[in-house]
């Protein structure tokens, strides 16, 4: 079955996509060995150089050569960071590559599905649908414009609705005078012209005072018949 797959370029393909996670795994297994080899350099360094503090007053010779181990140490050590930069980079490179790569595939599966969704889908038929969508709506406007301005049925008369509300009032006021007996002296006033009015209250007037004159002259005859 795995011969038939690679027959077919399964196989194949299969070994493209592990290469860059199996460069990846070999550099990273490569840089921590290289970082737990640069943890025992700085040991050594820090030994070589507590050797030379210790002997440089009793054995020089003693903490010359710590020294000479220390150097060494020291340019083994420079070299192993060398190492480590350069490890880092490339995973980060090859990293950075099979992100890109996974990226440019995800994007012409995004581009193959729009193709698909689109179809025969084309500017001028988009144009098409909207110019029929437009007019659509233009029409529906004006229907809606044609059957709200015209009124159904006969238009109203307004001075026929006042001449029968004014009727509607009258009767109302025939119906008081009847419930009454007869309308209040007030409102007969107010009932009649300016003119009407005014001459009432001329005589209403005089004829309070006549009242006025008679009660003073009764007052007068009591008092003499008194006296």
């Known amino acids: 079955m795995s ?12 070994k493209r996509k592990e290469a860059p996670r199996e460069a990846i795994l070999g550099l990273r ?13 700085e040991a050594q360094i820090d030994a070589q150089n507590e050797v030379a503090k210790k002997n440089v007053t009793t054995n ?20 192993t960071e060398g190492q480590i930069g350069t490890l880092e980079q490339q995973i980060y490179s090859i990293e950075a590559a099979n992100i890109n790569q996974e990226t440019l595939k995800a994007m012409e599966k995004a581009g193959k599905a ?6 025969d889908l084309t500017i001028d038929k988009v144009d098409d649908t909207m110019e029929k969508l437009r007019e659509q709506h233009a029409l529906g406007e004006e229907i809606a414009a044609a059957m709200t301005s ?22 109302a006021l025939d119906e008081k005078m ?3 007996g007869t309308v209040p002296v007030s409102d007969r006033v107010h009932q009649l012209p300016a003119g009407v009015n005014g001459e009432l209250k001329g005589k209403a ?7 006025d004159e008679e009660a003073e002259l009764a007052k007068l005859q009591a008092e003499m018949m008194a006296s």
């Open 29 to 41: 297994t490569q840089l921590e060995m290289l970082q737990k080899r640069q943890k025992h350099l």
């Open 60 to 79: 020089k010779n003693a903490a010359k050569a710590a020294l000479k181990r220390k150097k060494q140490h020291e340019h083994t050590l420079e070299q």
């Open 114 to 119: 729009m193709k698909h969704i689109h179809g």
């Open 150 to 171: 015209v009124p159904i049925g006969e238009a109203i008369d307004e001075d026929e609705l006042e001449t029968e509300l004014e009727g509607l009032e009258q009767e």
């Open 3 to 14: 011969g038939l797959w690679s027959y077919f370029g399964g196989g194949a393909a299969q």
């Open 205 to 211: 007037t005089a004829s309070r005072e006549e009242e």
């Open 178 to 180: 009847l419930k009454t």
